[in-house]
């Protein structure tokens, strides 16, 4: 144990230390359990501090955080072998948590709100969490029409992509959106969005997305396009 | 603008006893739906009070609720209810989101022209709709039981989001000065509270 890092143990309960400094030290508690020792107690102290006020949420935001979570699956557990559990490894989890719910923040939790939302099978909801939670996972938005949003959340490490569309202009009966990858000068296909889905919220898995430039939104006929026959409404770049 | 209230102390009765909440914590991380409801009821004006005591915004801190407890459903397993309460967790993950929220947020706004912060943090002073808390009495004894600067080092970083870099320039301190007032702080604190960790 160094002095320095064990100085940081109050700061780090506090959530005041930069995100550097945060995994300097969660590297480091891993090692020293007299650190450990006292960021239980330190946290429970903090937690009493925020403790001390109440306001109740508005009305709705239960029914809405309920039903996200119905379609949102839950972290699997990850065993650990018995030599390695003990106090230390369950402070450490802990510390990982949270270092994981930054991670969901900085990389645009919103995404994972919105795409609950929509009918999605499970595996995708897998694969889509999968990327909004990668460590390098960037987000990009931009405006559709009046009210409607295209937020692309892309994972280089994971090849993947997912794009998260809202509320996007309502279109004619015969005509759906078709999102494009494009890539060297090419656009390829990374399929249609349905008229349920480009009207209320939806999420599209892309993979292969490690040489794509930009991801691009047209409208196509009915069943979509072999190459875009428009010119797209957006246009994200990668 | 309205001027902060200056409030009452109010008993709140909602509170369930802790070892309810991590019973139903332990329920959410099998994926019981009911219990997350129970959990939400529980604790959801707790964090709802403590994120938009950070984040200010309300339409924001809404925002940052839901994810709080989103997160509290993905990861539930990872509550060990022999090793704290489950209050403590879901508001320790709460504070943490809150203050990088902020922080995210600062990036566009230059949060600390806007701050009032001068004259140190007023721990009294909080908006209309929030109430306090029983526990609010024995923190505010122990908060005045800290030096002004660990008294203020730890507000300006729990209640404001600063990190000790920050604080150390607001308050125009070494910012290794605030780092060792936070930890000595924390440990006063944690005495004068009787946390036994």
Known sequence: MTLEPHNMVGAYALDALDDDERAEFEAHVDRCPECTDELVGFLETASRLGATTEGAPPAHLRGQVLAAATRTPQERPVVLPLSRRGRTRRIVSRVGLAAAAMALVA???LAVVEHNQAEEGERDLAGISDVISADD?????????????AKLVMSKDLDRAVLVVKNLPKLQRDRVYQMWTIADGKAESAGVISASDSTGSSSHMMSGVSGVGAVAITVEPDGGSEKPTTKPITQIST | MSEPQRHRLR???????????????????????AAFGRVYDAVSAAVFGLVRRVIRDPARAEEVTQEVFLQVWQSAHRFDPERGKAKSWILTLAHRRAVDAVRHDQAATDRDQKYDWSGGPDYDVVEEEVSTTLEHEQVRRCLGSLTDLQREAV?????????????????GVNPATVKTRMRDGLIRLRDC?????
């Open chain 2, 155 to 171: 507000g300006l970083a729990y209640y404001k989001g600063h990190t000790y870099a920050d604080v150390a320039k607001l308050l």
């Open chain 1, 107 to 109: 990389t645009g939790g």
């Open chain 1, 137 to 149: 996972a960037t987000m990009k938005s931009t405006q559709v029409g009046d009210d409607g949003t």
């Open chain 2, 193 to 197: 509270m009787g946390v036994t960790a």
């Open chain 2, 11 to 33: 008993a709140v009765s909602s509170t369930p006893a802790p070892a309810d909440l991590g019973a139903d914590l332990v329920h959410v991380a099998r994926g019981d739906e």
